[in-house]
């Protein structure tokens, strides 16, 4: 892995065992919709940039927020953390689009949000979901926006492909 965004399973165990995770991975965890720095586990950059050569990815994290407005998970387990609503807390970052060779999200906010999403805001490129467990065979597109979701219980790899000529972003396969 090079990458992860924070889900709502991360917190299952509570925030000292995430703690414990985060600095074990070699790995960096992202999430552009929760504060928490007035909690045991580090404050996760809302977004990070991989560079394949000269190609730079973007990739902003997302998290899903559940009816009583914090990630699925008991509300013991995400104390002193405080959560913003994913699709406003995307607009904060929209203007980032042009400044690198792709802009991601790398969500876990479910297939319909990830819908949303898109709809809301044309300029990802794709975005790779989590959190229903959707298993997308065949691309989906949504406002431009390509949809890729990998099922559940690592029975499937998700795969996107991304071709680039001259920096600029010329096809996208999933």
Known sequence: YELSTIGN????YGQEILSQRMEQANFEFICANMDASQAIIPQPAPY??????????LFLGLVELGNDGVPSTHPEKV???TFS????????????NGLYNAFIGL?????ETDKELAKTYHQFDAIIGGHSH???????EHNGVLLTQAGDDLNYVGKLVLTFRNGKLTDRAA
């Open 48 to 57: 990070a940039v991989i560079e394949k050569g000269k190609i730079k990815l």
């Open 85 to 96: 609503d994913p699709i406003q807390a995307a607009e904060e970052y929209i203007h980032l």
């Open 134 to 140: 959707t298993l997308v065979e065949e691309p989906q």
């Open 9 to 12: 399973h991360e917190f299952d």
């Open 79 to 81: 104390k002193q953390i």
């Open 107 to 111: 969500t876990h906010l479910g297939y």
